[in-house]
């Protein structure tokens, strides 16, 4: 754990329950799988990661980019929307696809937890796999309130948002609300086993249905991917590390 006594971490388990206010930092979390993907993307090189709540404004939005520089990735559902270029895999951003495109991205539920959060001064976003560089940048500059916001699922608690939001909390300290000793405790049950958490997610549960188990064990591998995402301007996420 990191020494960072005067911080406190909030965790909010849907972006329905984040309180009135502002922090110094919000943290979006979507393990499965839009936070991981793009923490991917940026890392093998995309300029950016645009986000979007629908896929109207998305499509709307994505016509004014030269169609050589972008990718327009959709899911519902688990499922690629059809007649876009990617779905929500992170296994999909490989460099040679990704690297100098700017990504439009709408998912079920990670799109709306960033849009909750946006007018935060930081956004940034976090997954497993990016975990231990997000901690280290948040300590770094010693902020007072940092919300941790899960993204769940349909308005509902997300067993792996909230595993991955506890380790926030048991790399950081401070923990500021129960949720935040809750998703502690639950990160330090399951953190030397985290591909079964996600495999016993309601959400997992449908990846797998999809055959998506290699997302799953991906989504699950913690600090694989070397990518610090933060908002430039309202849901435009790009490269922060380096």
Known sequence: M???????????????????????CAVAVDV??????????LARGAEAVEVFADLETL??????????????AGERGGKQVEGFDLGN????CTPER??????????TNGTRALQRIQHSPVVLTAA????????????????????????GWQGSFSLEDAACAGALVD?????????AFAAAALYETWKDDLVELLEQASHGQRLLKLGCLTDLVFCAS?????????????????????
Do not use: Y
Request: hydrophobic fraction near 45%; charged fraction near 15%; glycine fraction near 8%.
């Open 222 to 242: 913690l600090d694989t991917v070397a990518a610090l995402p933060r908002q430039t301007e309202p849901g435009v996420l790009v490269q922060a590390l380096g």
């Open 2 to 24: 990191i020494d960072n006594t005067a911080m406190q971490v909030f965790v909010f388990h849907t972006p329905e329950l984040v309180p009135k206010g502002t922090p110094d």
């Open 89 to 92: 895999s992170p296994l999909d």
């Open 98 to 107: 990704v690297a100098g495109k700017r990504i439009f991205m709408s998912t």
């Open 32 to 41: 499965l799988r839009a936070t991981t993907t793009i923490a991917t993307a």
């Open 128 to 151: 497993f796999v990016n975990l231990g560089i997000v901690a280290k940048f948040i300590a770094s500059q010693h902020f007072e309130t940092v919300w941790v916001v899960g993204s």
């Open 59 to 72: 499509n709307e939005r994505s016509t004014a980019w030269p169609a050589e520089c972008l990718l327009r």
């Open 171 to 179: 790399r950081l300290g401070g923990a500021g609300n129960d949720e």
